[in-house]
C-alpha cells in the first residue's frame, strides 16, 4: 500500500510550489533580526538532524515554548519555520524549535533507538531501554514506588500567548 498522496498536501494547493521559498525567507529574515537571541543548531544527538533553536525574547523570559512540527513528516527542517516563534518571543516567551531523524518507513521506525520526553515530575522513555525504567525480569528486586508528588503553588498567571 502507498500513501505518498496521503503526504502530497501540494498537489492540492493552488500555487503551493510558492510557499516553501516564502517560508524558507521569512524564517531566514526572523532568525537574522534575532542576533544573539538567536542561538541556532544546538546539538542534542548524534544524528545530523538532531539540533535545535533556541529563541530568547527581550528580557526575562516568562517560560519556553516548545514548537514541534513534523516538517510534513517527510520534507523540510527546523529552519523554514523558525518565523512561527515571533508570536511567542513578542509575548515574552522563549521558543525551542528542534528537529529529528525523519522517520517514514517502518524499517526506520524499528531502527530508532529510543524517544524520551522529561517532564516537570520524571522522564519517560520509550524504546531502547532505561534500566531503571523497565519492568523487572523474573526474580529480580521490585522496583521502589515513586514517592507522591508534591502540592505545588499554582503559578501566577501567566496570560495567553494568543
Do not use: C
Not at 30 to 48: E, H, I, K
Not at 96 to 119: H, P, W
Not at 126 to 137: I, L, M, T, Y
Not at 141 to 155: D, I, M, N, T
Amino acid at each position: 500500500m502507498m500513501l505518498d498522496d496521503a503526504y502530497a498536501n501540494a498537489a492540492y494547493i493552488d500555487g503551493a510550489d510558492g510557499f516553501p521559498p516564502r517560508w524558507e525567507k521569512e524564517a531566514e529574515a526572523f532568525r537574522a533580526s534575532l542576533g544573539a537571541r538567536a542561538q541556532l543548531n544546538v546539538r542534542y544527538g548524534p544524528s545530523d538532524r538532531q539540533k535545535f533553536d533556541f529563541f530568547q525574547p527581550e528580557g526575562v523570559s516568562r517560560g519556553t515554548v516548545v514548537f514541534v512540527h513534523g516538517g510534513y513528516w517527510k520534507a523540510f527542517d527546523k529552519s523554514y519555520w523558525s518565523h512561527l516563534a515571533a508570536g511567542p518571543l513578542a509575548r515574552g516567551y522563549a521558543v525551542v524549535r528542534g528537529d529529528g531523524a525523519l522517520v517514514t518507513t517502518k524499517d526506520a521506525a524499528q531502527a530508532a533507538s529510543a524517544l524520551e520526553i522529561e517532564f516537570a515530575d520524571g522522564k519517560l522513555s520509550v524504546g531502547g531501554g532505561d534500566a531503571a525504567a523497565s519492568p523487572p525480569q523474573s526474580g529480580g528486586p521490585e522496583p521502589k514506588p515513586k514517592p507522591a508528588p508534591k502540592a505545588k503553588k499554582s503559578p501566577p498567571e501567566q496570560g495567553s500567548l494568543f
